[in-house]
Each structure stands twice: as structure tokens, then as C-alpha cells.
């Protein structure tokens, strides 16, 4: 069908609008959608006076104030998990809080999409912050396969992940599927793995470890931060600012806390 052909308009009085082309929409009996598919929605911009206002806004991971930078392992791991030769694969990436698991993702979401496959978030619908009215075309038709990521997938609710797996858009023909699911603990996986029987999908868990001293990526993290954080507050030299602590400290196993420390130098 041609793009005009697929087109879907979606207006709504005194209430809330949503539509997705190319896949299916399962609500609750009060109308409200169960989760909320939207094409990726990239990194957030952020005016820089805004962002000095209150410095822990430029930790955010969805503002990417910090570029990607470390975890060469863990990307490639991700990469080889994209590009086998399964219809349809289900990763359970878990890590504590701050380790970095969103940032990791929306590398892998970016290179995706620049190698043509077609990348599409998932946000639970009960608490999920609401995309702009209309409609969201995510018909993979054409691309080199779909990519699906879910944030948080701990928190939802396995009746809402269930149905989720049931959208036809994780099961067209001739499009390789991934499906990455990010969490901070694996108890829920069990349950998600049992559904995903019914579709004879391959099913993977990996853990995001801590940032490992001594090789040189908290170093080469914290350099990157600073001089990301210096960019924010106009410091034209911020080579000089060490480290408020040892970076060899275990607490410095978390990106976040790498970040955090960059940010109070």
C-alpha cells in the first residue's frame, strides 16, 4: 500500500487521541490503552539555562548531555543479539539503577535505526507520559527488521507484557524482530520467558555489570562528563578538575555515580 494509503488521522473532543498504523491497540475496559507504541523518540533537547537551574536535570539519561561513551562489550553483546538469524528474540537486560541500561539501549536504538530498521518504543499505559495527539506509523514493512525497546519492564504489569506480545506488530512476516526489555532485577522474567514459549521465541537474559576499575572506562567516562557538564556552564578549560574522590572506589561501579562525580567538579 502506498503511504497515502495508510495514512490515519485521530482527533478527539474532551478526551485523548491515539492511533498506531501498521500495528494493534489493546485497551482497557475504560478505553485507555494498556501500553503506548511510539516510533523512538531519539535523545531530548534541553535549554542550557534551564539545565543550570537545577544541575541534577542534566543527569537525566533521556537528555544525553553526556555522549555514549564505554561499554564496548556490552554494545557488541547487544549488536550480535540484533543481527542472528531468529524471527522473533526477547532480551532481559537487568542492572541496578544508574548503571547506565537506558543509555545502552538508545545507542543500540540509534545505530538501528541508522541501519534501517525500524525502532519503536513501548511505555505502560497506566503510567506512561502521553505522546503528542495523533498517530504513530510503525509499519515495519520494508525495513531491515523491527527493534521494540521497553523501559522498565519490571514495573509493568505481565497481563499488559503478555498482550504486548500478542501485537501483530512483533509477529509480520519476513521481519526479523527484537524485543529489548530493560530491568532493574530479574524476578519478572521467569513469567515474561513462559509467555514467550508460546511463540517460539528465543529468550535471553544478560546482566549489566558495574564499571570494572582499572580499565580505564570510569577514567575515559568521567573525562567525557566533564567536559560535557564544563560545555553546560561555559568553562572553556575543565582539564584541570580532578575527580572529587578516588574513581577506584566501588561506588564508582555505577555510571551514574561516574556522572554524579564529574558534575560536582
Do not use: C
Request: proline letters at 6%; charged letters at 20%; aromatic letters at 8%.
Amino acid at each position: 500500500a502506498s503511504p497515502a494509503s495508510r495514512a490515519l488521522s485521530v482527533t478527539a473532543v474532551n478526551g485523548f487521541a491515539y492511533g498506531v498504523v501498521g500495528a494493534d491497540i489493546h485497551v482497557f475496559g475504560n478505553g485507555l490503552p494498556l501500553y503506548l507504541l511510539v516510533n523512538w523518540p531519539g535523545d531530548l533537547t534541553a535549554d542550557r539555562a534551564w539545565l543550570r537551574e537545577l544541575p541534577s536535570r542534566m543527569l537525566n539519561a533521556s537528555r544525553a548531555v553526556v555522549p555514549f561513551t564505554g561499554r564496548d562489550d556490552e554494545l557488541q553483546d547487544l549488536r550480535q543479539w540484533r543481527d542472528d538469524d531468529r524471527k522473533l528474540s526477547v532480551l532481559w537486560l537487568h542492572g541496578s539503577g544508574g548503571q547506565g541500561k537506558t543509555r545502552l539501549a538508545a545507542r543500540l536504538a540509534a545505530e538501528s535505526a541508522t541501519a534501517g530498521w525500524r525502532v519503536v518504543a513501548a511505555f505502560h499505559g497506566p503510567d506512561a507520559d502521553r505522546p503528542e495527539p495523533g498517530s504513530q506509523d510503525v509499519d515495519p514493512t520494508g525495513a531491515a527488521g523491527l527493534l521494540l525497546v521497553i523501559d522498565y519492564a519490571d514495573r509493568w504489569l505481565l497481563t499488559n507484557l503478555t498482550w504486548l506480545l500478542k501485537n501483530t506488530l512483533l509477529h509480520q512476516e519476513g521481519v526479523p524482530t527484537r524485543v529489548l526489555m530493560l530491568a532493574r532485577g530479574k524476578d519478572g522474567w521467569p513469567a515474561v520467558s513462559a509467555v514467550l514459549d508460546n511463540y517460539q521465541a528465543g529468550a535471553f537474559v544478560r546482566f549489566l555489570p558495574g564499571l570494572a576499575d582499572g580499565s580505564g572506562e570510569r577514567e575515559s567516562m568521567f573525562r567525557v562528563a566533564r567536559d560535557s557538564f564544563a560545555a553546560i556552564y561555559g568553562l572553556p578549560d575543565a582539564a584541570s578538575l580532578d575527580p572529587p574522590a578516588p574513581l577506584g572506589d566501588p561506588e564508582f561501579g555505577l555510571t551514574l555515580a561516574v556522572h554524579m562525580a564529574a558534575l560536582v567538579a
